[in-house]
Every structure is written in C-alpha cells, then in structure tokens.
C-alpha cells in the first residue's frame, strides 16, 4: 500500500501521512474506511511500530482520521472542498529546498505549471 523511501531526507512518518492523505483526498480511501493496524503496517514496511503511531496520531490531529480504541483508526469525513492542501505541498517542496535548489528556480517551475 505504501512506497517508502528509507533512504530518503523525509521522515517515514511524514511519508506515511503524505501518502495517507493523498489516497484519502484521491478517493483510494473512503470514510470509515479501517487502516491497517499500528502493529501490522509496520510489519509490513519493516519499519518500527512507533513511526505509524505518530504518523496515524498527525493524522488524527489534522482530522483525516479517527481512533476507536480496541477496534482500529478509520478515514474521518474530510469535506475535500475546504481541505488545507498548505502541509501536502510543503512536505512536496522541502526535498527540492533540502536539495539545494533555489527559491527562485521552484518559483519560475510554479508559474511555468499555471501559466499552461
């Protein structure tokens, strides 16, 4: 279900959230939808049980889901209209600024992409 780059600069918690919230937003994941468990994705991507507690608990705090104690995380209603896109895109353009390149080069990218 996930695709996590161990090796890169971005944090696994904030892979599985990024990912988690494209597949909610895209439709991939529906309301009431029930996640894998803490236990079991971390299983699964070989990574430790407490990287998913935090990114599900980020996802929880950003009301992408919701926590039923004893019986699992599940996909909270998100009125995709009013959606705050701000930590997507940020978490997208930190490993170009991390990577060294410029303000002004991400700019003039941006302004190519809505020009079209």
Do not use: W
């Not at 079991?40 to 104690?69: F, H, R």
């Not at 390149?101 to 079209?116: F, K, N, V």
Request: net charge negative; hydrophobic share 35%; aromatic share 6%.
């Amino acid at each position: 279900m996930f695709l996590l780059n161990i090796q890169s600069k971005v944090p696994i918690f904030e892979q599985i959230q990024t990912q988690m919230i494209r597949f909610i937003e895209t439709g991939v994941l529906k309301e009431d939808d029930r996640l894998p468990s803490v236990r079991q994705l971390a299983k699964d991507n070989g990574i430790n049980p407490n990287t998913v507690t935090k990114a599900y608990a980020m996802l929880e705090q950003n009301g992408y889901v919701y926590n039923i104690p004893k019986k699992g995380v599940y996909v909270a209603h998100v009125d995709k209209e009013h959606l705050d896109h701000s930590e997507q895109i940020l978490s997208a353009l930190k490993p170009l600024a991390e990577s060294g390149i410029s303000r002004e080069e991400i700019e003039t990218c941006l302004d190519t992409l809505y020009c079209e």
